[in-house]
């Protein structure tokens, strides 16, 4: 599986951004796909995935009623909707993809393919 994420860019506090993680492979839809992000200094943390059956969607806390996770499976995209934006989400976001249905950790060593990252950055 092959991952290209796109989208980022410059936004104010309060704005809004669309992330995209573009993905090959004829099973993509089976895959569990998701979204990290790593500031300046900091570990990479989940911020939200989506399950390969079943419509489950999961978030980090600090994202959740903010942003929202969904994808397309004929298109094999699956999108990362950031509003009400804060500094604080300033970061490089990173698409990820994991080789089975269903989130079984928050880690980075629980997904197995990564895009190449796109910078967002909020300015307060």
């Known amino acids: 599986v092959q991952l290209q994420g796109f989208g980022g860019g410059l936004v104010q506090t309060g704005g809004s951004l669309r992330l995209f993680c573009a993905a090959s492979?004829?099973?993509?839809?089976?895959?569990?796909m998701g979204w990290f992000r790593q500031a300046p200094g900091k570990e990479r943390e989940f911020v939200a995935a989506?399950?390969?059956?079943?419509?489950?969607?999961y978030y980090a806390d600090s994202v959740k009623a903010r942003f929202t996770i969904s994808r397309d499976n004929a298109k094999n995209t699956v999108y990362l909707q950031m509003n009400s934006l804060k500094p604080e989400d300033t970061a490089v976001y990173y698409c990820?993809?994991?080789?089975?249905?269903?989130?079984?950790?928050?880690?980075?060593?629980?997904?197995?393919?990564w895009g190449q990252g796109t910078q967002v950055t909020v300015s307060s």
């Open positions: 990820a993809a994991a080789g089975r249905s269903f989130l079984a950790g928050r880690g980075t060593r629980d997904f197995d393919y």
């Open positions: 492979g004829r099973t993509f839809s089976s895959y569990l």
């Open positions: 989506f399950s390969g059956y079943g419509s489950i969607t």
